[in-house]
């Protein structure tokens, strides 16, 4: 029987998994924080993480960590340059994949972490932070975040990070290259389809069906006949997960 894990360890799991050996990845805060964590610990020991504050890191924390910004992170890093050399390494495509989440995706993968509510109850967010760079400029960019209704929307209210725009060709049109290629929530795993751009199921997590899925999405989402089940952590991947997260301040 496979030790139990939580929808978090999951969720850092499959996003580790995005992360390939050599690659420049602009991290992140949350559950991408530890999924680099998890990736150079294991199947990409040679990934180099970007941080948003600065950091360059070639190898894991030797703590654990809470923030990009907290000593751990700090201490022993490659590089601690400042913020526009870091968003520079982003323009000038060394980045391979970036991470961010948002409060709101719609089909073709926009992100909105600017405004969300309707009328007089809007509810002003934090906004782009760099966010929207990571989303134009990222050779390829990962998602996660938590599967809601509220937050999958038919059209995002705001358009705060692009994902593909109105569909295929948008990005073409804007001057932009990479794009989104996987959504991770805690109920499965997205990719989007080659021809439309739209997201569709790529992967149902263990126990949940389509139709749990469908009901929890603002459009009518592809989920194929017969959808294969997202892979599950070993117990090598949870220990590495609760040696950096011991009191799952992010993984639960």
């Not at 602009?26 to 991408?32: E, N, T």
């Not at 996987?182 to 126990?207: C, N, Q, W, Y």
């Amino acid at each position: 029987m496979s030790t139990p894990y939580t929808a978090g360890e999951l969720m850092i799991f499959r996003a580790a998994r995005e992360i390939r050996d050599r690659e420049l990845v602009f991290v992140g805060m949350r559950l991408p924080l530890l999924a680099y964590l998890l990736a150079r610990s294991t199947h990409a020991p040679r990934a180099v993480g970007l941080f948003e504050n600065g950091v360059l890191r070639d190898q894991p924390a030797a703590e654990p960590l809470i923030t990009m910004s907290d000593p751990p992170n700090l201490r022993g890093a490659r590089m601690c340059m400042g913020m526009e050399t870091a968003m520079g390494l982003l323009q000038a495509g060394h980045v391979q994949l970036g991470f961010i989440g948002g409060a709101e995706i719609d089909r073709y993968g926009n992100l909105n972490t600017t405004e969300v509510g309707v009328d007089d109850a809007v509810v002003r967010l934090p906004g782009s932070g760099g966010a929207c760079d990571i989303a134009c400029l990222a050779g390829r960019l990962v998602v996660v975040m938590k599967h809601e209704r509220r937050r999958f929307v038919e059209r995002v209210r705001h358009v705060t990070s692009p994902g593909y725009g109105t569909g295929r060709g948008w990005r073409d049109a804007q001057g932009l290259g990479g794009g989104p290629s996987t959504v991770i929530t805690d109920k499965a795993v997205f990719t989007f389809h080659p021809r439309t751009r739209e997201m569709v199921v790529s992967s149902l997590h263990p126990g949940v069906t389509p139709d749990e899925v469908r009901a929890l999405t603002g459009w009518p989402v592809v989920v194929p006949p017969d959808p294969p089940r997202t892979e599950e952590p070993s117990e090598t991947d949870l220990a590495v997960i609760r040696r950096y997260d011991p009191e799952g301040f992010w993984s639960r």
